[in-house]
């Protein structure tokens, strides 16, 4: 597959993506999708590839927030993490972002994703 | 049992009655495209990403001539699904072996509010088990044909 991501938060959100992925393989199969081992094999593949993509603070940080909640990255929207659903500070900014920083809800610590 | 409503899931901006792509990777991405139009997505390049991983663990080819890409991404405002259509069909590696006329491409955020991703991805696949059902999807000209179809 040609690697078309290059930011840490668009790895961190690949990563999360494939985690809920292998989460629900079960329910997928039981709606009569194909699922094979060897394809569950190439994800888990895929994901060690990620992981050494994204620094080791983050990917900790994602991996303790995975823990604790059932999402670490979460979306913002309207300026509000939808995580908790706290406002973030207005010194970050929400629009026409390049997903170039990543960063975290002050009040419950995911990482924020913003989708405007 | 509470009948999943389908149709709001739909849009007319998602809603592609002649693909223009002739690949199973082509589609993905005509289709991955339609919901970063339609501002459902801001990131495409995350969610094609994903359904290519998808398809890395069995084929969403489910036989018949249809294919029902799906997943969850985090990069995605709201649970929809795109439709294609290819009157030349497309090889998609299903399981039939069979090419692929009819795909349906389901994105849903990771939690959204009702938590009705499986029963509308559930709900799909029913649908389209009905071969005279099948068929219809093949002839329809326009969203709104489309639409009273899948409120038949």
């Known amino acids: ?116 | 049992m509470e009948k999943i409503e389908l149709v709001s899931h739909f849009d007319e901006s998602m809603f592609v009655p002649a693909l223009q792509a002739r690949t199973k990777d082509g589609v993905l991405e005509e289709l991955v495209n339609c919901f970063a139009s339609a501002g459902i997505v801001r990131n495409a390049a995350l969610v094609l990403e994903m359904v290519h991983r998808r398809e890395q663990l069995g084929s969403t080819g489910i036989n018949h001539g249809i294919a029902i890409p799906h997943g969850r991404t985090t990069a995605s405002a709201k649970l929809k699904i795109a439709f294609g259509y290819s009157k030349r069909g497309i090889a998609w590696g299903a399981m039939d072996g069979k090419p692929v006329h009819l795909v349906f491409m389901v994105l849903s955020p990771p939690h959204e509010q009702d938590n009705r991703y499986l029963p509308v991805l559930g709900r799909l696949v029913e649908v389209l088990s009905h071969p005279e059902e099948r068929e219809k999807f093949s002839e329809v000209m326009s969203f709104a044909e489309f639409t009273n179809l899948l409120k038949s």
């Open chain 1, 1 to 116: 597959m040609a690697e078309k991501l290059s930011t840490q938060i668009e790895f961190l959100v690949a990563l999360q993506d494939l985690d809920i992925m292998q989460r629900e393989i079960e329910e997928v199969k039981q709606l009569g999708f194909e699922v094979n081992a060897e394809g569950a094999a190439t994800l888990t593949r895929a994901r060690e590839e990620l992981v050494q993509k994204i620094r080791q603070p983050l990917l900790r940080n994602y991996e303790r927030l995975r823990s604790r909640y059932k999402r670490a990255i979460v979306p913002a929207k309207e300026a509000t993490c939808l995580g908790c659903f706290m406002r973030v500070p207005t010194s970050v900014p929400t629009h026409g972002r390049a997903d170039t920083e990543v960063y975290t809800c002050e009040n419950c610590g995911r990482i924020l994703y913003w989708l405007a």
